[in-house]
């Protein structure tokens, strides 16, 4: 089984995209992030035509999530079970950030829009702090009650964990996405049973998914490690590669993310 992960940066803006990157690779799998629409926004024809089950989750123009299945797609789940809302007043709501359901051999995967954070002393880092904290918590959940649970985390954390994930810690001191204590966030989700099954076959330093697109970030290999695929112990047991298509952050109309994709053998 074929799973990826890709923030996609407006569905609508890049549905032809998808439904090539999906022919050509002949992914089972595909969470998006970024979809930025409501579920009745979106035109979903075609991909039902390619023989794909699709399941979004969306409030406004933005965040939004979604998952694409053509190996099944069950128990679909909005949203962590403790998911803190934003902003902190009584007008907060829990944005459209995670979506999960179970597909093909019994894998529940999530697609996972970790909040940006904005700016260290923003009330936005302290929610992204509290969002990866319910994160961690319904990892460790899943795996408490069944340590072979089939679970995958992906999607974009907006965390780099290691200095090597930026191409520059010097240009990003005293920012977001390189802090400890979102490091220390994102460690606690690993800690908690969830490996990152990319790196080992993909090392740093050099090895982005993400590259602005002011000042030429991407040509000049410019660019940060934000995409995850994080898999419980059967996942991790289960991966026979893995590659990053750096080649969907090319051409008129990309993303600023390229794909994360994972081979699966249960």
């Not at 929610?127 to 679970?151: F, N």
Request: glycine share 8%.
């Amino acid at each position: 089984m074929r799973i990826a992960t890709w923030n996609i940066n407006s569905l609508r803006a890049r549905m032809d995209r998808v439904l090539a990157f999906l022919d050509r690779h002949q992914v089972d799998v595909l969470a998006l992030q970024e979809t930025k629409a409501k579920p009745a926004q979106l035109d979903l024809t075609q991909l039902v035509e390619a023989g794909y089950e699709v399941h979004a989750h969306g409030l406004n123009q933005w965040n939004g999530v979604a998952l694409v299945s053509r190996v099944g797609l069950e128990d679909v789940r909005p949203e962590l079970p403790t998911v803190p809302v934003w902003p902190e007043d009584e007008t907060g709501v829990a944005e459209a950030r995670a979506i999960s359901g179970v597909v093909g051999d019994g894998l529940r995967i999530w697609s996972l829009y970790v909040p940006n954070g904005r700016e260290i002393d923003h009330p936005h880092y302290a929610y992204k702090l509290r969002w990866l904290e319910a994160l961690r918590a319904e990892g460790a959940r899943e795996l408490a009650e069944d340590p072979q649970a089939r679970v995958a985390f992906v999607g974009d954390f907006n965390v780099a964990p290691r200095d090597e994930d930026v191409w520059s810690m010097e240009f990003f001191e005293g920012k977001t996405h390189v802090t400890e204590p979102e490091r220390a966030a994102f460690q606690a989700v690993v800690d908690a049973g969830y490996a990152d099954v990319v790196r080992p076959d993909h090392p740093g330093p050099g090895v982005y998914t993400y590259w602005d697109y002011q000042q030429l970030r991407f040509p000049k290999k410019e660019g940060m490690r934000i995409d995850f695929v994080l898999g419980s112990p059967a996942v991790q047991q289960a991966v026979t590669g893995s590659f990053i298509d750096r080649e969907e952050r090319k051409g008129k109309g990309a993303s600023d993310h390229a794909p994360v994709v994972v081979d699966l053998e249960f």
